[in-house]
């Protein structure tokens, strides 16, 4: 028996966003979903099925986009080598030239016009320049999705540290109540990606969406997690010791300065928060019922 269902390709299939959104579709059950990876041959997840795409060899993206209705797209600015504007645009024409109905584009915004030049939030930026190639492809319907700080940075890239004064936590260029940070689960845009392709007449004219409870300070994450028992503390270091810390530190102080002077999201962030939830099939996630299941208390 044939699947009449209009189908979605997800690119980074195997990704956190792009394997979230796989999920989310699934488990909705409105559309097929083919699932896009660079080596199909070894993915193993709940897609109806997969196919090549690599966003580095756009000769793979005609027959991966091929018969969809709706695509979800994201880039890596963190690959080595990634240039997200060109990888981007021979999506978004791929994905034009296929007859897509409606893509959706993981970006973040645009520091750059946001800060008039003032702050240089590069992996930031140039997810945002592919937004009005988006906007001026002529899909019938696009819609942007904006992820947020992921709460999971804080078990990964982020998790606490040793402190020179023999605590563990976090030291930061932030001052410690400085609540300018929209974080969020990246389990939870799936479901708000799922949404919009439900709901193209509410948000497929260009509506940006962020799939976040809103803003928290690290003192707001300090403060939850030993409520539940951890033991952590916070350490607000001076920009000239930070800039030393790591290779890329400069571009993370860029970032703690716009988003204290703009937050994480920018202007109209309640609006975009908003439009998350009234789409999502799924949750947003607060962050004391994500550390909860997430950052269990040592010995417990």
């Given at each position: 028996?044939?699947?009449?269902?209009?189908?979605?390709?997800?690119?980074?299939?195997?990704?956190?966003?792009?394997?979230?959104?796989?999920?989310?579709?699934?488990?909705?059950?409105?559309?097929?979903?083919?699932?896009?990876?660079?080596?199909?041959?070894?993915y193993a997840g709940p897609a109806d099925e997969v196919a090549l795409a690599d966003l580095a060899r756009p000769d793979t993206l005609a027959d991966a986009f091929g018969g969809a209705h709706g695509v979800f797209l994201v880039t890596n600015f963190w690959e080595p080598g990634t240039d997200e504007v060109a990888q981007g645009g021979a999506a978004v024409q791929a994905a034009r030239e296929a007859d897509v109905q409606?893509?959706?584009?993981?970006?973040?915004?645009?520091?750059?016009?946001?800060?008039?030049?003032?702050?240089?939030?590069?992996?930031?930026?140039?997810?945002?320049?592919?937004?009005?190639?988006?906007?001026?492809?002529?899909?019938?319907?696009?819609?942007?999705?904006?992820?947020?700080?992921?709460?999971?940075?804080?078990?990964?890239?982020?998790?606490?540290?040793?402190?020179?004064?023999?605590?563990?936590?976090?030291?930061?260029?932030?001052?410690?109540?400085?609540?300018?940070?929209?974080?969020?689960?990246?389990?939870?845009?799936?479901?708000?990606?799922?949404?919009?392709?439900?709901?193209?007449?509410?948000?497929?004219?260009?509506?940006?969406?962020?799939?976040?409870?809103?803003?928290?300070?690290?003192?707001?994450?300090?403060?939850?997690?030993?409520?539940?028992?951890?033991?952590?503390?916070?350490?607000?270091?001076?920009?000239?010791?930070?800039?030393?810390?790591?290779?890329?530190?400069?571009?993370?102080?860029?970032?703690?300065?716009?988003?204290?002077?703009?937050?994480?999201?920018?202007?109209?962030?309640?609006?975009?928060?908003?439009?998350?939830?009234?789409?999502?099939?799924?949750?947003?996630?607060?962050?004391?019922?994500?550390?909860?299941?997430?950052?269990?208390?040592?010995?417990?």
């Amino acid at each position: 028996m044939s699947d009449s269902r209009s189908l979605i390709a997800v690119v980074g299939a195997t990704g956190s966003q792009g394997g979230g959104v796989v999920r989310a579709l699934q488990e909705r059950g409105t559309f097929r979903v083919r699932a896009l990876t660079r080596n199909p041959e070894t993915y193993a997840g709940p897609a109806d099925e997969v196919a090549l795409a690599d966003l580095a060899r756009p000769d793979t993206l005609a027959d991966a986009f091929g018969g969809a209705h709706g695509v979800f797209l994201v880039t890596n600015f963190w690959e080595p080598g990634t240039d997200e504007v060109a990888q981007g645009g021979a999506a978004v024409q791929a994905a034009r030239e296929a007859d897509v109905q409606h893509l959706v584009w993981s970006t973040l915004p645009d520091v750059e016009t946001i800060s008039n030049g003032r702050f240089e939030v590069h992996h930031f930026t140039q997810k945002s320049r592919v937004d009005p190639i988006v906007r001026d492809a002529g899909f019938p319907s696009y819609t942007y999705v904006m992820p947020p700080f992921y709460f999971e940075n804080l078990t990964g890239n982020m998790a606490p540290q040793a402190l020179p004064d023999g605590s563990r936590g976090w030291a930061l260029a932030l001052p410690r109540d400085a609540r300018v940070v929209h974080a969020g689960s990246v389990a939870d845009v799936g479901g708000v990606v799922s949404g919009a392709f439900e709901n193209p007449a509410l948000v497929g004219a260009g509506a940006y969406l962020a799939p976040t409870p809103g803003l928290m300070s690290f003192g707001d994450v300090i403060d939850t997690l030993n409520e539940q028992g951890h033991d952590l503390s916070y350490q607000e270091v001076p920009a000239d010791l930070f800039r030393t810390f790591f290779p890329g530190a400069e571009e993370m102080l860029q970032m703690f300065d716009y988003w204290q002077e703009y937050t994480y999201l920018g202007p109209d962030a309640d609006e975009k928060i908003d439009l998350a939830r009234r789409v999502t099939t799924g949750q947003i996630t607060d962050f004391a019922t994500w550390a909860e299941a997430n950052l269990p208390v040592a010995g417990t």
